[in-house]
């Protein structure tokens, strides 16, 4: 493990798709850097501190060392393991607590700035945190948010530039986390390679253990173990996730359609319906988000083939809806709140006309309901009956982050200002931020998410105030927790990028073979080295300005939909043919 690696000298090619780098879209635009903006940004930023420390303070006042504060009792919840089930005096004796919260909160307490309580946070944990319990965790959940929160913590920690750490500091961090992903390791045991989606910590994989999994559970791993072994020298975590993915990968379905659930025994499909939502969700997002970090084009490959499907089969509009992997076809209508991070990650890969278009659909449905409810039948325009609630989720508050970064809109500061006055107005309360039961009544739920601190209080922080981010490139895990790209984590130089912050791919021009700008792996939101703007990241323009064609070879990719556009008989390119 190289302690120096942040006092490397900066890439000499920065990833123009990472609209979080300070050095390409956090250079405020005229639009967005007056004094009016300035003063509410200042103002909002205050705000979330307050509401941070509100929900953070009473955590470890009536929570901690527990995983998660239950705000209108006052008392605790051990969420993240079946120890939650347990009643205090039947706990185990040799049990610490998993401080879930704490963890999540450390990268929070950096970015704000709070290096003594992330000290303090850093000690408790290496003196008291261990992992030989007896106790069942989800894999999925353990590796997002307690693996990926321990790794963040370490890379803030020896990081010279910030100077969170005033004593001495060993890498205790990071020795947990070796511990906990050792373990981790027993679920991959299986003859596909895709892990249990339970493990129990202390005796590996439990006799008679569900083989079920979700795509999420098994394909969202890449990005905490892969920096694991970048981090230990041990390529087996990163080998375990790695293989995971490409087991998953090939399960697709012609149409580039993965399933939500699925055994990994037999290395069948469950479920075959599946969308962008819950269960899937961040498949996606690893797969762009681990070539961004890792650099290999295996990654991005994946990930373009994949987009493209769903831009094809699930997209409707602005919305998107789920469909069968193996037909293609429609088959539940609804919004989930988990499908708003989806603006977020089209931001990254420079779709910023789509992501624009489907945030806004959301925040009409913010608007509508004071938060965003958990699920949303669009064919029949009502809630679901049975899941009504919204349990502080920072999906819609990440897009909205990402968007601003990408575009300096002001529109954004408002719609964060909309967020930050519903969470105190609906989900404050004495102790703490209580989750909503129900949306249409606002009564309220007695508990307080981890992610919550980790994610939404801070992905409402970054959007009023990134200078956490200046002159420094970062991935977000889908847990919120930043890791920060290293030049030495990347294999080679992917070939389609040149030693400057614009980015095209060698000997291509816009005025000759007609390509799309996901093709060329470039970010259309700030176009090219001569100025010219791609409409969004499928988009392949007509042969002529005029849509004249004389057959469909001289017909582009719609913008909207990303379906092949057709030459008429009228000789006019268009998206005659019915999907």
Known sequence: MNKNMFSREPMKWILLLLVISYTTFLQPSSSSSSPEVEAKKKQMREKVRKMFYHAYDNYLTYAFPHDELKPLTKSFTDSLSELGNLKLEHLPTDYKGSALTLVESLSSLA??????????????????????????????????????????????????????????????????????????????????????????????????ETTETSTSGCGSLILEMGALSRLTGDPRFESAALRALRKLWSMRSSLNLLGTTLDVVTGEWIEYSSGIGAGVDSFYEYLFKAYLLFGKEDYWRMFHTAYLAVQKYFRHGPWYHEANMWTGKATYWQLTSLQAFWPGLQVLAGDVTAANSTHREFFHVWERFGVLPERYLLDHQMIHPTEKYYPLRPEFAESTFYLYQATKDPWYIEVGELIVKSLNLYTKVEGGFASVKDVTTMQLEDHQHSFFLAETCKYLYLLFDDSFMAKKNYVFTTEGHPIQISSSWHERLPESYLSANWTFSKGETWGGRRVSAMSLQVCPALGTASGQQVESACHVRDALSSHRCLGDEDCGVDAMTCRRRHCSAAGYCGLWIAM
Request: hydrophobic share 45%; with cysteine.
């Open 111 to 208: 970015i704000l700035g709070n290096r003594t309580e992330f000290e303090r946070g850093v000690l408790w944990l290496s003196e008291n945190l261990t992992f030989d319990v007896d106790a069942r965790v989800n894999l999925f959940e353990c590796n997002i948010r307690v693996l990926g929160g321990l790794i963040s913590a370490h890379l803030l920690a020896i990081d010279p530039t910030n100077r969170l750490i005033q004593g001495s500091y060993d890498n205790q961090l990071l020795r947990l986390a070796e511990d906990l992903g050792r373990r981790f390791l027993l679920a991959f045991d299986t003859p596909t390679g895709l892990p249990y989606a339970w493990i129990n910590l202390k005796n590996g994989v439990m006799e008679k």
